[in-house]
């Protein structure tokens, strides 16, 4: 019996005819949206013996396989004479500068079409034209050729031997992945306590293709006990590939050390780890031009070779070893990895990958249908979904842009000025106001911020580089944004308008991102959203998308209660009081750590407060007893593995560190046995009072929700929990946590307290 192996028209011919260089200069965002609109005038013009989207599809053996090709081909002519095979493609380029010879998959993809359609009807030779239309005017240039059937057949075999020598290894990586998967066990003599009721539910969700929300308390092991149903579920069913999403390098590497542990249990499995372009680039300034960047150059010249090495000799493809195989091979490392995904079991990368429109894998949306979401700490992607899918607009980029182009293209100067002169009328008519809201999206700005982004993207397909494409490319690209989510505009959103001195701010403030978290997720075979402070979990569950047919578990803490002493104390750290606040604060925490050996971490609520007690707090410590260290508004990797290091598990002193709630040193950190002795907790997390938030309030307690528990409780107390969760990270550690604030003592802010710390100690 033959293997079979499915592939589309393009990308058979997209893989076979790869080659070039990568080019991300401006080339308009508008192409795919216009170019069907140019399909459909011209699909409509073509008379009575003329079908369109014709669907052709054959099987041809290509030795033990069998590949099925099959595509939609623009129309077809067909009269008594003769039959014609059309394809139609959209280009901005001068149709008089054309020749045969440009676009050659163009040309490989109408050549399998007439092949396919001469085999099928007996034909010996057929006429195809290749047309090219221009996206902005009704001008179009048509090329004819006539192919006999042993030209095609010739090609058809060139092409599809082409494909089947790099797939064939493919194939056989994931037979190889299937056979190890029978014989694969967990990779720990046995599981913790709870870590296997997670699992198991995992397993359940994805063979019944559910959703799942699992809180799962710290300790148990939430990674592997997500990983390794979600591989064991592999090829059971529809499911084929795994895509892990996290917020942070440091839970990124928590992934790849799971799937590490499973291959050296014998599983076989391609895992790729995607980067971030600008921490990966090789060059000083990332600039993707052929001109200016050998590894731009010719890069789709060697992307076989490249992607055929490294598949072949590595399954664990973390950011290193693309590096590694990108050097080798001259290739761009970012593009090398988002190509490598398409032929992985497995990929780990950040949210927005997934969930952000002007980032997200637009390459993996194909295999969403077979994949399996795992979604990390699930908890960050509240405030991150809604941030992706809002947008800004700012008034002083627009006018930037206008008197940059000025001098240079007088059309140009007055659409980007008719932005400015827009939003410096709404300024000067809320003068008295500095924040504003509209519960309908801006249609006057909308209106001439079209016009002005229509006119960059003309401009900009003419001048490639030079004076003012940096200031017009970013106004366009923020223009576009801006439009994108305008069409996205529902009850769910808001318009808030900020004013200060000259600039003004106009947001698309996405305030509820639920349904289309719903939406995305509802397209993969299953989604896990999985953290140790999904609490409470019907509050998640409403903001993260969740239906009633979902499934739910929570797992409370493995730890022993004594691992733990928890001690509270009443000051009011809230706004008004912040002032009075610092000396019964410096005076909390010399009582309290001052005493004691160890390395100990305190949060507060902002780097404001936390510079206002430090500063203080400095004239009551003796830097001879008393090791700080201080969390910055901005730190750099090596930076944050510094500050890191000074957790010593042979301290003989005292070392305190001073850290923000919510910050990169409140969760995903890993401080095992006496690296940390103690934790301190500043307030209670609460965001900071802002108009956006109280717009939010607003709308949740309009859904029916408590508007301020939504907007503000429930967000900060996560902060708490995921803070005060740094302190024990295994069956061995213990340690104290000292909460400052008397709210702590109310039984609404003590019931969202881990149920381990609600009988603490008041000092």
């Known amino acids: 019996m033959m293997k079979k192996l499915s592939v589309s028209v393009r990308k058979l011919v997209e893989f076979v005819m790869m080659g070039g260089s990568i080019d991300n200069r401006f080339a308009g965002a508008n192409v795919m949206q216009e170019g069907t609109k140019t399909h459909q005038r011209l699909q409509g013009s073509r008379g009575g013996n003329y079908q369109k989207e014709v669907f052709l599809s054959i099987e041809i053996p290509v030795g033990e396989y069998e590949l099925q090709i099959e595509g939609r081909c623009d129309g077809i002519y067909r009269d008594t004479e003769q039959v014609t095979i059309e394809e139609i493609k959209t280009t901005a380029r001068d149709l008089n500068a054309l020749t045969e010879q440009d676009f050659p998959t163009y040309w490989a993809q109408l050549k399998v079409y007439a092949y396919i359609y001469c085999l099928q009807h007996e034909f010996t030779t057929i006429t195809v034209h290749m047309v090219y239309a221009k996206r902005t005017s009704t001008e179009e240039r048509t090329f004819q050729k006539t192919y006999d059937m042993m030209e095609l057949t010739s090609f058809m075999q060139e092409v599809t031997v082409g494909y089947m020598e790099f797939h064939k290894s493919l194939l056989s990586l994931k037979e190889a992945r299937r056979d190890s998967i029978k014989n694969l066990t967990f990779p720990y003599a046995s599981y913790r306590?709870?870590?296997?009721?997670?699992?198991?539910?995992?397993?359940?969700?994805?063979?019944?293709?559910?959703?799942?929300?699992?809180?799962a308390a710290t300790g148990i092991g939430k990674t592997i006990a997500t990983v390794f149903p979600s591989v064991m579920s592999l090829q059971e069913g529809k499911q084929e590939r795994i895509m892990y999403l996290t917020a942070k390098t440091i839970t990124r590497q928590v992934a790849e050390e799971a799937f590490r542990l499973l291959t050296e249990k014998g599983l076989a499995i391609k895992v790729v780890t995607i980067t971030a372009k600008e921490k990966t680039c090789f060059q000083e300034e990332t600039l993707c031009q052929k001109e200016f960047c050998p590894f731009a150059n010719g890069h789709y010249d060697r992307l076989k070779n490249g992607l055929s090495d490294i598949l072949q000799h590595e399954n664990l493809m973390n950011r290193g070893t693309i590096e590694s195989y990108a050097k080798k091979h001259m290739l761009c490392p970012f593009e090398f990895a988002l190509d490598l995904a398409m032929y992985a079991d497995v990929v780990i990368c950040d949210y927005n990958y997934f969930f952000d429109p002007k980032v997200k894998l637009q390459r993996w949306g194909d295999f969403h249908k077979e994949t399996i979401l795992l979604i990390d700490e699930a908890h960050n992607l509240v405030d991150r979904s809604r941030e992706m899918l809002s947008a800004t607009l700012t008034k002083s980029l627009f006018l930037q842009a206008s008197r940059e182009v000025k001098e240079v293209d007088r059309e140009l100067y007055v659409k980007l000025k008719g932005v400015n002169d827009t939003l410096l009328k709404w300024k000067k008519e809320m003068i008295a106001l500095n924040e504003f809201v509209f519960e309908e999206k801006p249609g006057e700005v909308i209106e001439v911020l079209q016009q002005a982004v229509e006119a960059c993207e003309k401009w900009l397909m003419n001048n490639p580089s030079g004076m003012a494409h940096q200031e017009v490319l970013t106004a366009y690209f923020e223009g576009q944004d801006f439009l994108r989510i305008a069409k996205e505009f529902d009850a769910r959103y808001k318009t808030i308008v900020t004013v200060f001195k000259s600039e003004v701010l106009v947001k698309l403030a996405c305030l509820d991102s639920s349904a289309a978290i719903r939406r995305m997720t509802g397209r993969t075979v299953s989604t896990i959203f999985f953290s140790a402070t999904l609490h409470p979990l019907g509050y998640f569950q409403t903001v993260l998308g969740g239906e009633e047919k979902d499934y739910h578990l929570s797992i409370p803490t493995p730890f022993k209660q004594e691992q733990?002493?928890?001690?509270?104390?009443?000051?009011?750290?809230?706004?008004?009081?912040?002032?009075?606040?610092?000396?019964?604060?410096?005076?909390?925490?010399?009582?309290?750590?001052?005493?004691?050996?160890?390395?100990?971490?305190?949060?507060?609520?902002?780097?404001?407060?936390?510079?206002?007690?430090?500063?203080?707090?400095?004239?009551?410590?003796?830097?001879?007893?008393?090791?700080?260290?201080?969390?910055?508004?901005?730190?750099?990797?090596?930076?944050?593995?510094?500050?890191?290091?000074?957790?010593?598990?042979?301290?003989?002193?005292?070392?305190?560190?001073?850290?923000?709630?919510?910050?990169?040193?409140?969760?995903?950190?890993?401080?095992?046995?006496?690296?940390?002795?103690?934790?301190?907790?500043?307030?209670?997390?609460?965001?900071?009072?802002?108009?956006?938030?109280?717009?939010?309030?607003?709308?949740?307690?309009?859904?029916?929700?408590?508007?301020?528990?939504?907007?503000?409780?429930?967000?900060?107390?996560?902060?708490?929990?995921?803070?005060?969760?740094?302190?024990?990270?295994?069956?061995?550690?213990?340690?104290?946590?000292?909460?400052?604030?008397?709210?702590?003592f109310q039984q609404k802010y003590r019931n969202l307290l881990p149920p381990e710390w609600q009988h603490f100690h008041q000092v």
């Open 193 to 215: 306590t709870g870590q296997r009721d997670l699992a198991k539910a995992v397993y359940k969700t994805i063979k019944e293709e559910k959703r799942l929300f699992a809180m």
């Open 564 to 744: 733990t002493e928890v001690f509270a104390r009443k000051i009011s750290t809230k706004y008004k009081d912040r002032e009075s606040s610092i000396a019964p604060i410096i005076h909390a925490i010399q009582e309290t750590f001052h005493s004691k050996q160890g390395n100990f971490l305190i949060f507060f609520p902002s780097y404001e407060y936390l510079s206002q007690v430090f500063e203080m707090y400095k004239d009551y410590t003796t830097k001879d007893t008393i090791e700080t260290a201080v969390q910055s508004p901005v730190m750099t990797e090596e930076e944050r593995e510094r500050f890191l290091l000074k957790f010593s598990s042979d301290r003989k002193g005292t070392f305190i560190a001073f850290a923000v709630l919510g910050g990169i040193f409140s969760e995903g950190i890993d401080l095992k046995g006496d690296r940390l002795n103690g934790v301190g907790i500043v307030g209670v997390g609460l965001p900071k009072i802002t108009h956006e938030r109280n717009v939010m309030k607003d709308y949740f307690q309009k859904q029916g929700q408590n508007g301020f528990d939504f907007a503000y409780v429930y967000p900060g107390m996560n902060k708490v929990q995921q803070a005060g969760g740094r302190l024990i990270r295994s069956e061995e550690d213990t340690g104290f946590i000292l909460l400052l604030d008397d709210r702590y």
